[in-house]
């Protein structure tokens, strides 16, 4: 028998291992190690199982299979090929980012001493680096190359290492490293055997006449409950055991000694336990009754459903109230968000509904919670509702019901890089079809193609146009910030308006929004004398100044630098920073609205872990004012006592060069505005711009997406642009910019014999160096209903034919289907 495995690596295809005899229980879905090369190993997923030899080269077994059963499911394996079909990468890219981590050990290089080798013989020509390093390594047995870095501190460690690699003295020694690990708590429990109730007077003996062991024991009954449903001793964990008991360990030792208590570890999953009762559902209002009714009337014809429900109408409540009815059902559901600060408000609002049958999954989550997480919706076939970002959908459902994409219009959906460069709002929709369940897209503003989609009758639609309980959509001012200036009315960055509304707001206890979509504290250095300005040594882009770290940071790829004291070129002191970054915001405001808390939400400070949820709790309970932020504010979040929006420079956002740029101005725009006002007391949105004139802005002031929508899909059709045409965009990645250009240019002449005035480019992308690689871009505009399968094929045809010019050799190539 042989079987067909995808490992973790970008490879086109899948590769063929032979089953060894004697290895039973391999099936599709397996984990298993295998050799890939001379000394790596990899974890690898069985595809399939057939019995072709396959033909040119010689089979290797598998080296071992690593659980007794599949840790993924089949209809796992199949949306994985889907993805690698539609978004034209390959199984082993969909594999790695499917997985989480802890379930994919990779083996680490790993070195000991060579035991043939005589130590004394060279100890006195070793130089003094090399000398520390075998040290090391004689200590340790063996150790990894980063490790032997990291702790002899030898700059260029691998330098010393190679002559001794060389030279015999050091060999490779190859380990696996299993990543996993669950947490382990000891248990105790009574060695009493099953049924066995007189044993327990026995134990009572035993106990002589100490009250501190008979309180241990009445302690643990009290726990355990003594017996479990099979009869046997129930467990305890051994801290809770002294906690109840008050007793010390030396205690339960004597007890373990004397053959009453047994001590055993047990790995367990690191799941919340949630102890506390679960909430009734509120009872939906009448509007949103109605909207429910024709949902569920939809999915009796129709396999997605779009909720088109203005910003605060309740779509959540809607969800629940689906979602509750689904699990009543014995099915999954999971529930998707595009934003990992959006897991963190309705975690709670869900939780307090669902108990413990909500789990949440995302990346900031330690990869082994990711594991517990998955293998518990591997293991279980009861109900759950799984709330997580992107990388849910490859959780190992059973049984899904419904899949809910909320704020569905969302970029964040999109995975830009590395590949797989999937939506998971489109993988979502096929993972619910595979699994025969519904999906509810949900969204105020739809994105274009959702909403063209509905309209033409693929999806069902059902529209709530009302906020709950009549609380009214904010009304929106669009400031001009030139007349602002000329007048002298702006103090920085803040307009008159908008500083009135927000001192009136603080005034009245009510708290508000400030977004701006950039980072950092000021976007711009500049010298005044002679126009120097700094850039990233390794991309196309001009440094970003932090103030609290002061340095210059690039923020494509990290590069940072001190800010100059003065300029590099002139040698003046002339050094001058421009703009605003939200940094600098968070600074102005406090400095405006003195006396009043003022939090900062972007990816500066979220990076720790909790971070996130600290914020949003604070902002929510009011232990802070005014949240300043980039588009992570924008998004769904459900604060009470928000009634001033402030939309610092709109300008970036309505001036993009893109062919969505208006669909996601007026998203965004709509969105942060819908932050405002959403109970009784009407919100006040004020957009700052260069540009009051510019249509989008009309379109929001009177939060008409309808409108919008009549406008933009007539400038799609004209240009065939999505919903009517499908674009992949090619990407040529090069560290010399010489050959990425002719790259390019080769691969769309190949392209174009085939799809003619389809192909557009190359052309260098709006940045066009990062971290060090050169950028061409080549755009590929097909029918909506081509099949990717042929596309794919026919890319992969054109690249073999061009494979051996070394500017094609040498460049990285890749596909980003309809992107974001
Ligand atoms: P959306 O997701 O459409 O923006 P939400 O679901 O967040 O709106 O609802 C807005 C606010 O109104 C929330 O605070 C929510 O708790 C409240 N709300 C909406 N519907 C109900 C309901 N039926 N009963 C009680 N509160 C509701
Ligand atoms: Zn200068
Ligand atoms: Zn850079």
New binding site residues.
Partial sequence: MFAEVILPLPLYSTFTYSIPDGMEGVVTGSRVLVQFGRRKFYTAIVAALHNQPPEGYDVKPISSLLDPSPIVRFPQLKLWQWIADYYLCSPGDVYKAAIPTGLKPESTTFLTINPDFDLLEITGSLREEEAGIIQLIASEKKISISDIQTRTEIPNAATYIKPLLESGVLEVAETVVERYRPKVVKMVRLTIAPGDTDGLHQFFDLTGRSDRQQKALMAYLDLSGFLNAEGKPAEVERDRLLQHSGITPGILKAMTDKGIFEVYKKSINRFLDFNGHTAPL????EP?QKVCDSLLELFRTKDVGLLH???????????SHLIRRVLDEGHQVLFLVPEISLTTQLTD?LRRIFGDRLLVYHSKFSDNERVDVWRRVLDSHEPLVILGARSAVFLPFHHLGLVIV?EEHESSYKQYDPAPRYNARDTAIVLAMMHGAKTLL?S?TPAIDTYYKALEGKYGLAT?SE???G?QLPEVEVVDMKDQRKRKLAEGILSQPLRLATTEAMQKSRQALMFQNRRGFAPYVVCRNCGWTPRCTNCDVALVYHKHSDMLRCHYCGFAMPLPPLCPACQENSVEIYGYGTERIAEEVHKAFEGYRVGRMDLDSTRNKDAFQEIIEDFSSHRMDILVGTQMITK?L?F?DVTVVGVLNADSLLNFPDFRANERAFNMLEQVA?RAG??AEMGRVYIQTTDPGNRVLDFVRAHDYKAFYDMEIESRRRLLYPPFSRIINIYFKNKNAADVDTAALLFANSLRSIFGPRVLGPERPFVSRVATWYLQCIMLKIEATASMKKVKHILRTIYESLARDPRIKSSIIYYDVDPA
């Fill in positions: 509120p009872p939906l209002s949103q429900g203005v910003t605060g109408s309740g779509k959540t409540e809607i969800y609002r909320d949900g105020a709530l906020r709950y309980e609380a769904g459900d009470g819908g959403r109970r």
